[in-house]
T-cell receptor
Framework: GESVGLHLPTLSVQEGDNSIINCAYS??????FIWYKQESGKGPQFIID?????DKRQGQRVTVLLNKTVKHLSLQIAATQPGDSAVYFC???????????FGKGTKLSVKP | KAGVTQTPRYLIKTRGQQVTLSCSPI?????VSWYQQTPGQGLQFLFE???????NKGNFPGRFSGRQFSNSRSEMNVSTLELGDSALYLC????????????FGSGTRLTVV
């Protein structure tokens, strides 16, 4: 079945710097990918998604890059702010399973 | 519009008891999925309902069950609670049969003592 791997459980950056959070998946049939942000005491909040027919998608201060060749996904946050401090999850959909498979999450800490 | 509403927010139960959690999806959403979140295992899929039918089920024991009503509201039940069932239970809803537009609720924090 699908598995979603985590590259780094924690990431600490300086306010104003760019952040990059990485994710790897195993099933080449996966066709939809989502990044979520989870703050303490809350459920995961949608940040940005990308379908397998795209390599890059941009939102407000966030960019998702998809490399299907190596089955790698990344989330870039520009000019990271203290309010960006949270746990970030990638989630993968497609293949034989009909549900999202989540990575373990990266805790982002932003130092003022 | 209102988001996904989960009740109760917090629950403390004793080992061996049973518990029912409730989820009201976003108005118009017909698909509801449930996830268990623990520090060790992360987010794990429990089951998914669409139009009152269970479409998909994760690898959890039969003590975990759910249902969906005609108004799309969903409940999940855990019988014979174990200490390891302590977790944040999250519900997510989406408009249709696929998960585009998936929105999570804030979860129910279950503690089993």
């Amino acid at each position: 079945g699908e598995s979603v791997g985590l590259h780094l459980p924690t990431l600490s950056v300086q306010e104003g710097d760019n952040s990059i959070i990485n994710c790897a998946y195993s099933n080449s049939a996966s066709d939809y990918f989502i990044w979520y942000k989870q703050e303490s005491g809350k459920g995961p909040q949608f940040i940005i998604d990308i379908r397998s027919n795209m390599d890059k998608r941009q939102g407000q201060r966030v960019t998702v890059l998809l490399n299907k060749t190596v089955k790698h996904l990344s989330l870039q946050i520009a000019a990271t702010q203290p309010g960006d401090s949270a746990v970030y999850f990638c989630a993968v959909y497609g293949g034989s399973q009909g549900n999202l498979i989540f990575g373990k999450g990266t805790k982002l800490s932003v130092k003022p | 519009k209102a988001g996904v509403t989960q009740t109760p927010r917090y629950l403390i139960k004793t080992r061996g008891q049973q518990v029912t959690l409730s989820c009201s999806p976003i108005s118009g959403h017909r698909s509801v999925s449930w996830y268990q979140q623990t520090p060790g295992q992360g987010l794990q899929f429990l089951f998914e309902y669409f139009s009152e039918t269970q479409r998909n089920k994760g690898n959890f024991p039969g003590r975990f069950s759910g249902r969906q009503f005609s108004n799309s509201r969903s409940e999940m039940n855990v019988s014979t609670l174990e200490l390891g069932d302590s977790a944040l239970y999250l519900c997510a809803s989406s408009p249709g049969q696929r998960i585009y537009g998936y929105t999570f609720g804030s979860g129910t924090r279950l503690t089993v003592v």
